[in-house]
T-cell receptor, first 119, second 111 residues
Framework: DAGVTQSPTHLIKTRGQQVTLRCSPKSGHDTVSWYQQALGQGPQFIFQYYEEEERQRGNFPDRFSGHQFPNYSSELNVNALLLGDSALYLC??????????????????FGAGSRLTVL | GQNIDQPTEMTATEGAIVQINCTYQTSGFNGLFWYQQHAGEAPTFLSYNVLDGLEEKGRFSSFLSRSKGYSYLLLKELQMKDSASYLCAVRPYSSASKIIFGSGTRLSIRP
């Protein structure tokens, strides 16, 4: 059973360029969340997709956008890249919980990440 | 909003016990996670606490006090492979599918 897969694993871009990162969730999961992790920091929530819609968003500018496809896979797009966008971008999949359900941990399963370097 | 605090770095000796603390301030709270992350790798799930008390899982245990906004991860019989970052994370009451992470504690194990 494949876990979460991300591509590419590493990439280098220059300021002002655009980048697209891809994620395939774990089998059976329907929700994809994207996180940005700067060196030495914890993952920061970017946004979450369920049923092909952005359900929640963290404190990131509109340059960060995403998409979810009918097969639950997802893309993260970043436009007008800045040096500060250099980070590890993590995709995590889970089951969607609406409302106040708290049964079980609904654990996030992470991919290995895409390391983006902006020069 | 949520604010999560944990020590930046800790060092411990192989075979010993270490406790990593985490305090949080949140307007609503629906469970606390601990994740382990080795350098250059994805975070992996260690534990989840929703009720007060201690959850034990092999060499790792996690404790939660909701009234004090406090949790700790206890690692026993430390091994060199336990050298990693340990991330404390909370699930907001308002959003069961979203997890907010702290900055992580980088644990180094010395022989």
């Amino acid at each position: 059973d494949a876990g979460v897969t991300q591509s590419p694993t590493h990439l280098i871009k220059t300021r002002g360029q655009q980048v697209t990162l891809r994620c395939s969730p774990k089998s059976g999961h329907d929700t994809v969340s994207w996180y940005q992790q700067a060196l030495g920091q914890g993952p920061q929530f970017i946004f979450q997709y369920y049923e092909e819609e952005e359900r929640q968003r963290g404190n990131f500018p509109d340059r960060f956008s995403g998409h979810q496809f009918p097969n639950y896979s997802s893309e993260l797009n970043v436009n007008a890249l800045l040096l500060g966008d250099s980070a590890l971008y993590l995709c995590a999949s889970s089951l969607f919980l609406s409302g106040l359900e708290s049964s079980g941990a609904n654990v996030l399963t992470f991919g290995a990440g895409s390391r983006l370097t902006v020069l | 909003g949520q604010n999560i605090d944990q020590p930046t770095e800790m060092t411990a000796t192989e075979g010993a016990i270490v406790q990593i603390n985490c305090t949080y301030q949140t307007s609503g709270f629906n469970g606390l996670f601990w994740y382990q992350q080795h350098a250059g790798e994805a975070p992996t799930f260690l534990s989840y606490n929703v009720l007060d008390g201690l959850e034990e899982k092999g060499r790792f245990s996690s404790f939660l006090s909701r009234s004090k906004g406090y949790s700790y991860l206890l690692l026993k019989e430390l091994q060199m492979k336990d050298s990693a970052s340990y991330l404390c994370a909370v699930r907001p009451y308002s959003s069961a599918s979203k997890i907010i992470f702290g900055s992580g504690t980088r644990l180094s194990i010395r022989p």
